[in-house]
């Protein structure tokens, strides 16, 4: 068969690939075609395959990484068995997860330049080049800034603009967003769907991001296990449960409400809610009225007593060179309560937190651990009171075995080794890593990693714990697993304090949240108060979940009730909907 | 080690990095052409007077300084025990200033260890102008110039570039090993050195996967997809270049034709 390619399309066509020296990894028979043009979206758990599949892309598999391959895969017309990598880099421009090690030079402008003087571009097309990526970027006038005092979220802008510059055909991003705010995020989809719209760029792009991919995506590919298990438009996908259950996939907010009216007969097969007018058309038809105002507020989890776990008394901060990271912070929280810190990056999350424990020390004021003034406590002596979970889990692993690893933190305790033993053994189990306790960390995937990572501090048995985003870079299954851990432990009656991004899982999980700004508290309260704040919200870039937004848009209908979970608006629902009587 | 390139619009900033390394040379083989610690101590103070004038941050050249602070005692030591008094010409430096049992600790050998130990001043304050003020995109094609191989060349640079990445990197570990109740840097010398080994292990296999990344993200950027690569600003001797590596000739002509006058010795 004698077919055409067009420029800027990608056909992969893949019998086989296992990587060398991996006994799993297997892939066979992986077959799609992207037509020039198109922004498709790539999906499916950690470990599916993504990052593989967008490796093949270039030839980096299995030119560079390299494996028993079989098949073809032609991006722009070039097949990559016939290519070097570097010369496909000309036409498909990778951008892989994590910035740090894409950014090679010293100041922004020249760690631009470098993919286009690798190209021997002229210099008068590099100048033009840097200047339109780092605009498309949105890094206008960061071109003399250097690298290493970039935040994140800018690194992340900056390796895109670098690929950019080498103005490819196609567009290839894995998981660009993992580590941004959920406004860095959206700024980072809008961004591609610019070019998209703009020039003939072909986007693929990896994630976990529901929201956006159903807004953005023309076409959505589920991987599963090494296969291309599902294709077609995100419409379609998000609408099938089964079939996101079984990937790992997290449906939006509002088709699960659609999913659940549907399982009580309420709904037409195939009419699930995709978005949030669909939802707001079936209330309107339904005419749905809510009369009653009954006030089921509050979780039913336990809420903190009255002693106080952790105290600041005017707290403020500042680093060596910037301003005041901190400004007089009076922030109590109780034994036993489940606070989720929010805002956007740099905002002061991650620097008040390290107070607590004396890895930063306040610069005015004081801070109180169960009563006591920590000013003279080391951050290890702290460590028995205080456990901190850091975001990477790689900066935490030491050691040459698991079992080794969880033992850290105990050599200094002076205990015997039978303690030990069972302590080690219970907080290995906790995590559910007992099987692998002489394995090295290192072999274990990631999401394994972070749950070591958080046994490393379970084990140390605190009262207290931090953790620092624990669902980073997780597909949906890792965050559901997680979740439930602190879950246990809150319901054991630890006090907990999570930093997070996500939402969603603020408002399921925690007793209080609260909102930082500029170093400042913006908003602190239960989750129904603060996520009804959406002015202040907006002010610091914080979109409340979809949920919370229904049920700001049902007040004409008389709806009274302040829900923050889906399960909460759904069963208010289902519950006016049985008063009425029959629907449809 | 040493005090990074920071953009700014001195004087130095804006001279070619040729002129810089002329000067730097200059002002190092000086150093070693007299014994006398007072010509030494002129060009320390020159060096000191442009290192500030720049503009360079004075907490970053004590953090160079420190750390040197206990080899430069042992050095005048050493050179002042060491020496005996034939070695020198004058009188005066024959003298010995104290005795230690038997052996004599001479003037003329203090004086030969302040001159060795202000030429490693002269050194560290004269390249931390020349890294201080230039890009090191430039001196990556002087490399070039002198036919250095460009792979070579960009070792050095990502090495570079990656310093204070390791250096974040580092922190975030011990961190973390505090939180776990590790003391670092509170048990003394010993145990301290230990806990730094368990910061290193970490360290090592981060950067090990770390630079798997870092290939895989050159060959995405097209390294090595032409024989030939673009320098984006293409270093370039100016009038005042020329003057200044004029003005570097003479001075080094000067210091040779006084030492030839036996100007300088000890």
């Known amino acids: 068969m004698v077919e055409v390619l067009e420029r800027g399309s990608l056909k992969v066509d893949l019998l086989r690939f296992k990587y060398k020296n991996s006994l799993t990894d297997i892939f066979s028979s992986l077959n799609f075609k992207i037509e020039r043009g198109e922004f498709i979206g790539l999906m499916g758990r950690t470990g599916a395959g993504k990052t593989t599949t967008m490796m093949l892309l270039n030839g980096l598999v299995p030119h560079f990484l390299e494996g028993d391959f079989e098949g073809n895969i032609i991006a722009n017309t070039m097949n990559t068995r016939r290519y070097r990598v570097q010369t496909m880099a000309r036409f498909i421009g990778l951008v892989l997860q994590d910035p740090e090690t894409q950014i090679f030079g010293i100041t922004v402008e020249k760690d631009v330049a470098f993919g286009p003087s690798n190209l021997a571009f002229g210099k008068e097309k590099i100048r033009e080049v840097i200047g339109k990526s780092l605009k498309a970027v949105g890094l206008e006038g960061y071109e003399k800034r250097m690298t290493s005092e970039l935040s994140g979220g800018e690194k992340q802008r900056l390796a895109i603009a670098g690929v950019l510059a080498m103005e490819p055909e196609i567009l290839v991003l894995d998981e660009p967003t993992s580590e941004l705010d959920p406004a860095g995020k959206e700024e980072i989809y809008k961004l591609l769907s610019g070019l998209k719209k703009k020039g003939d760029v072909t986007i693929l792009i990896s994630g976990h991001d529901t929201e956006e991919m159903l807004e953005y995506a023309d076409r959505i590919i589920v991987l599963d296990d090494g296969q291309k298990i599902w294709e077609g438009r995100p419409t379609v996908l998000f609408k099938n449960v089964v079939l996101t259950k079984k990937v790992g996939i997290r449906p939006p907010e509002v088709t699960e409400i659609g999913n659940c009216l549907k399982e009580c007969g309420l709904l037409d097969q195939g009419s699930v809610f995709i978005n949030r007018n669909e939802f707001l058309q079936f209330t309107k038809k339904n005419l749905l009225s809510f009369k009653t105002s009954d006030n089921g507020s509050g979780k039913g989890h336990s809420v903190g007593n009255d002693s106080i776990a952790i105290e600041t008394r005017d707290l403020s901060f500042n680093y060596e060179q910037k301003n005041s990271a901190l400004n007089e912070l009076n922030i109590k929280i109780h034994k036993g309560e489940f606070v ?83 302590r080690i053994n219970s907080a290995l189990e906790f995590v559910g890593l007992e099987k692998f306790t002489k394995r090295h960390p290192f072999t274990l995937g990631k999401g394994e990693r972070q749950k070591l990572a958080f046994a490393t501090v379970l084990v140390m048995e605190p009262k207290i714990l931090i953790i620092d985003e624990p669902t980073t870079g997780q597909d949906w ?3 559901n697993k997680m979740m439930r851990m602190l879950d246990k432990l809150h319901m054991q009656g630890h006090t907990i304090l999570m930093i997070t991004h996500n939402m969603i899982l603020a408002a399921e999980y925690a007793d209080r949240v609260i909102v930082f700004s500029n170093g400042k508290v913006l908003l602190d309260g239960p989750p129904e108060k603060v996520f009804y704040e959406s002015e202040i919200l907006k002010s610091a870039s914080i979109t409340a979940p979809d949920c919370v937004i229904l049920a700001a848009e049902l007040r004409d ?19 006016q909907l049985a008063r009425k009587g029959n629907v449809n | 080690m040493l005090i990074e390139y920071y953009p700014s619009e001195s004087y130095v900033h804006k001279l070619d990095v040729r002129t810089k390394a002329l000067g730097f040379l200059v002002f190092t083989i000086i150093s070693f052409v007299f014994l006398s610690p007072v010509i030494n101590l002129l060009i320390v103070v020159c060096a000191c007077v442009i290192l500030f004038t720049i503009g360079t941050p004075f907490l970053g050249i004590k953090k160079i300084i420190k750390p040197l602070l206990p080899i430069f005692i042992f050095m005048l030591l050493i050179t002042g025990f060491t ?71 960009f070792i050095i640079a990502t090495g570079i570039r990656f310093i204070p990445t390791m250096q974040k990197k580092s922190e975030m570990i011990q961190e973390a090993q505090k939180a776990r109740g590790a003391e670092i840097g509170t048990d003394g010398f010993i145990k301290s050195i230990g806990s730094y080994i368990t910061v290193l292990i970490p360290l090592i ?23 030939t690569t673009t320098d984006l600003n293409e270093i370039k001797m100016k009038r005042r270049d020329y003057l200044i590596c004029f003005g570097e000739v003479i001075l080094i002509a000067f210091a040779f034709w006084l030492r030839s006058k036996n100007i300088g010795v000890l």
Do not use: C, W
Request: avoid cysteine.
């Open chain 1, 340 to 422: 989720a810190l929010i805002g956007k990056n740099g905002a002061g999350k991650t620097t008040f937190s390290k107070q607590l424990n004396g890895l930063l020390r306040p610069t005015k004021g004081t801070v109180y651990i169960n009563g006591k003034d920590i000013g003279r406590l080391t951050t290890a002596q702290l460590s028995k009171e205080v456990g901190y979970v850091f975001q990477n889990p790689d900066h935490q692993i030491f050691s040459a075995t698991v079992y080794e690893e969880v033992e850290f933190g105990l050599k200094k305790m002076n205990l015997s080794e039978k303690i030990r033993s069972t």
């Open chain 1, 477 to 479: 299954d890792g965050t």
């Open chain 1, 557 to 575: 209908t008389g709806y009274k009730n302040y829900p923050v979970t889906i399960n909460k608006l759904q069963n208010d629902l289902l519950e």
């Open chain 2, 83 to 153: 020496y005996p008094a034939s070695n020198f010409t004058s009188e005066e430096n024959q003298k010995t200033l104290f005795s230690l049992g038997t052996i004599p600790f001479t003037l003329g050998g203090f004086l030969y260890g302040i001159t060795l130990v202000l030429r490693i001043l002269i050194m560290v304050i004269t390249s931390t102008i020349v890294t201080y003020t230039t890009p090191i995109e430039d001196i990556l094609q002087l490399l070039k110039r002198i036919k250095i191989p460009h792979q070579f060349a």
């Open chain 2, 205 to 227: 296999v981060d950067s090990l996967r770390m630079s798997d990344n870092l290939a895989i993200a050159m060959l995405n950027r097209g390294f090595g997809a032409m024989k």
